[in-house]
Each structure stands twice: as C-alpha cells, then as structure tokens.
C-alpha cells in the first residue's frame, strides 16, 4: 500500500484548504487518518475515518473546522479544513491501517502505512 498525500499550501487566516491523500493497492477495509507534525513538535492526530466511514473522530483543536471524509471508489480520503489559524501550520501525513477490534485509533503508531506528508502553511 502507498499513499499520497497532496493539496497543501499556503493560505491567511481563517480561509480553507482541502487535503487528499490516494491510496495504490486495495484499502476498503482501512482505517484511515490525517496526523500533523510542526517544527519541533511530536506528530499529533487530527482525524480519523473508519472503513466504511462510519464513524469519525476529530482532534479537539479542530472540531467544527475540520471535516474528514473519504471515497472509497476512487481509494482517497480528503481532509476538508476551514477557519484556518496559525496553528495549524504543520506537515501533514495520511495514514493507513487494517481494520480491526480496536475502533478508534488516535496514536501514529496505529498505522502501518504513510503518506509523503504535505506543507500547510496558514499566515496570520
């Protein structure tokens, strides 16, 4: 499985940006997430989309901001982001995982499969 992650930029406070991240090979049944990394920071989770898109799960720093969603058919899940802040500035990377038991899964080590990561940069 491999993942690309595209649709970063740079964009002023408060406008929207929306992520994509295809995935090569068969993930129906993948769990699915998008983390974000800034400079000296560890990688934190964002959000979450479950196989079938069942069920979501937001990082409290971007509810009602951040919406995830994904198309099966054409393999990708998107990150729509809206109401940007500085914040938010980071690398951000698409991962990948089997479904499983465990339903939400918030931690990066969850996932077995990454994308390159993409560039957001919000100016204040």
């Known amino acids: 499985v491999q993942l690309q992650a595209s649709g970063g930029g740079l964009v002023q406070a408060g406008g929207s940006l929306r992520l994509s991240c295809t995935a090569s090979g068969r993930t129906l049944s993948y769990t699915k997430a998008w983390f974000r990394q800034a400079p000296g920071k560890e990688r934190e989770f964002v959000a979450q989309?479950?196989?079938?898109?069942?069920?979501?799960y937001y990082a409290d720093s971007v509810k009602g901001r951040f919406t995830i969603s994904r198309d099966n058919a054409e393999n990708t899940v998107y990150l729509q982001m809206s109401d940007l802040k500085p914040d938010d500035t980071a690398v951000y990377y698409c991962g990948a995982t089997r479904r499983g038991t465990v339903i939400y899964r918030p931690a990066s080590r969850q996932y077995n499969y990454w994308g390159q990561g993409t560039q957001v940069t919000v100016s204040s």
């Open positions: 989309i479950t196989w079938n898109a069942g069920s979501t």
